[in-house]
């Protein structure tokens, strides 16, 4: 997964992967509080979503969502973020606010009623019901599937999404084998950046600022924002009932909350723009979802759909741009 500003680890469902002492150490303005505070409740309702599509290999998640503190940290992020909008998105944000509201009385009704009794298997296999074990064209989890009906044009996205990580010294984690273009990937992408938002508010200046704000607002805009309202509707027809119905609920009300609070107009893709590019990996692999999958590496995947060529020849026109 896309995590850590140096250590490249992966975020635990106790802290982040960003370095977080910040808020402890630096004495807040109250002229900077409300952005601060509307940037980390943010942060971490992002990583609450990626944390929920990641395949799980342990009973860390289960144990999360069991104990109530899945719901308790969303509720908690959730009025934080409430309390300091003061307009920002207008009816639309606040709209969306109260829908999510009820979906985290979803799932704290779904863990009272038959969550608490899971153990890891059930959960693993509700993940495999609902996204396979092999990457299934009913409810895709991975962005380069929308909207490119040849091997080119995932190639072309593949290398922009690097592009984003790598601007911001981020990598695949070995310890996470999922594809970068993965939304659980993607979504703690989010939350990094809006976590070092906080950070630059308090530490780093106007322009930096705005570079991470711009960049937020970049990804939303020409990634998730256009590929996840149509994944998410995908996903409520093959999930139906259960956790991941309600995980899709949530997902589709967050990004319209995030597209109305960032001010950005995607150009969302519709069922007709579903084709995707029949791709078959190198010698005859194909790609699978969570723990099943050990190819998913992020040098291994840029080699193979291309993206490594793209980002050099990016540079490389560059380079002749500037010599010119």
Known sequence: MVTGVKEGKRAT????SVAQEEPKSVKISPK???AVERALCRSKLYLLVSWGYLYPEDDEFLDYLQSGE??????TALEGL???LHGIGGKEVTDRIEAIKVHFDAIDQWVSSEGENWNIQDLRDEHRRVFSNVISLDCPPYETLFGNDHVFGQSYVMGDIAGFYSAFGLQLSPDIHERLDHLSVELEFMHYLSYKESYAILHDGKEKLQTVVEAEKKFVKEHIGRWVPLFSGMLKRKADFGFYRILADFTTEWMGLEIAYLGVTPQPYSETDYRPASFMSPEGQTFECGAQDKGNELSLLMNEVGADAFLEKENSSTEKSGNA
């Open 32 to 34: 900077d509080a409300p």
């Open 70 to 75: 899945f719901v308790e940290d969303g509720r």
């Open 13 to 16: 469902h106790k802290g982040s």
């Open 82 to 84: 409430e309390k300091e």
